[in-house]
């Protein structure tokens, strides 16, 4: 089936470890994005890319770095995780960045929690 | 700074209608969407405005008044499935998407 598959679904995970959260999308869209989202807050953005080999910095980057170097994958990385981070985590993509009207395809979520 | 406000929840009945409202400040335009999401699930898309006016798709209707900074999402015929909570988002003028906190719809029978 043809989309965004995220993995793990979820996680639960000690403080300072190290984790990274995987995405991949088939629809060989160009932008991809990572959110959190949190109970009462809006998705906000973390990290996002345009296209392959290029990466920004989103609303809340910090402790969280990405890398993009295909199409298809677009992996977030936390370094030392803190309980702050507990959190759904939505990886997104969409086929023009800079598109007005552009529709973003949502990842099924990964639920962790920072213990 | 950029802000979507948009009720926390609304509760309305089988087979009626709903409005639920957005407004929003944010540095410049560049579209307007409504998301729908299932509990623990993904958001899925379900409409996009860029122009002033009514969009209609089915049962559900989105409105925007760009001098107003107001958005509206119009649900029809309400059905149980509809239960969920309708994300606001708006592009800004760097075409990141801003968005609300979102609305939970409780439809009653």
């Known amino acids: 089936i043809a989309g965004i598959t995220q993995a793990p679904t979820s996680q639960i995970l000690a403080a300072g470890r190290r984790m990274t959260l995987r995405c991949t999308q088939d629809m060989r869209h160009n932008a991809m994005y990572w959110y959190r989202q949190d109970l009462g807050l809006g998705l906000r953005l973390i990290h996002y890319s345009n296209t392959a080999g290029t990466t920004g910095k989103g609303e809340v980057p910090d402790g969280y770095s990405v890398s993009r170097a295909n199409t298809d994958d677009f992996p977030l990385t936390l370094a030392s995780a803190v309980p702050s981070q507990t959190s759904v985590y939505f990886c997104a993509s969409s086929d023009s960045p800079g598109g007005m009207g552009t529709e973003a395809f949502f990842g099924q979520g990964t639920r962790l929690t920072v213990v | 700074g950029q802000n979507i406000d948009q009720p926390t929840e609304m509760t309305a009945t089988e087979g009626a209608i709903v409005q639920i409202n957005c407004t929003y400040q944010t540095s410049g335009f560049n579209g307007l969407f409504w998301y729908q999401q299932h509990a623990g699930e993904a958001p899925t898309f379900l409409s996009y405005?860029?122009l002033d006016g009514l969009e209609e798709k089915g049962r559900f209707s989105s409105f925007l008044s760009r001098s107003k900074g107001y958005s509206y999402l119009l649900l029809k015929e309400l059905q149980m499935k509809d239960s969920a909570s309708y994300l606001c988002a708006v592009q800004d003028s760097n075409y990141q998407l801003i968005w609300g906190a979102g609305t939970k719809l409780i439809i009653k029978p």
């Open positions: 405005n860029v």
